[in-house]
């Protein structure tokens, strides 16, 4: 996570990208290498989120799924970016992956609030589809339709 190589005294610790506290399961796809101290770090910052909403959209798979389970679970509440940062965990662009949900009829709108003298973000789920069998490729299938209408 912290970009030092091996050759700089490092020792790696293998890791669980979800946390075994959370379901996370031992398994290759939720397993990494991480530095002692950015391992660290990540136990800190995930024993600070005891909201059992994020906890239980990381347990799905895809991550698709796992964005739109947790604005499901806020069901008209406003959701922080920082919550949906941490379930799209294996997608540095979770806010593309947030979009293509519109692909298969999801809404939500964005609002941006003032707080403690901070400007926070916040999504709000408006509509909501059943999920089909395959998100990701539902989601590419409504893209390509989407680039043929506007070939049109």
């Not at 347990?59 to 947790?70: A, D, W």
Request: aromatic content about 10%.
């Amino acid at each position: 996570m912290c970009g030092r190589s091996l050759g700089e005294g490092i020792r790696l610790q293998v890791d669980h990208k979800v946390p075994r506290e959370w379901g996370g399961p031992t398994v290759d796809e939720n397993l990494w290498a991480l530095c002692s101290e950015c391992n660290q770090g990540k136990r800190n910052f995930f024993a600070s989120i005891t909201d059992e909403r994020v906890q239980q959209a990381m347990l799905h798979p895809s991550v698709h799924i796992r964005l739109g389970e947790l604005l499901k679970a806020f069901g008209n509440g406003r959701v922080p970016k920082a919550y949906l940062q941490i379930v799209a965990f294996t997608h540095d662009d979770f806010e593309k992956r947030l979009r293509e949900l519109r692909e298969i009829g999801w809404r939500y709108r964005v609002e941006k609030r003032r707080e403690s003298g901070r400007v926070r973000t916040f999504f709000v789920l408006e509509h909501w589809e059943p999920w089909p069998a395959n998100p990701a490729a539902a989601i590419r299938e409504g893209e390509r339709a989407k680039k043929r209408r506007d070939k049109r």
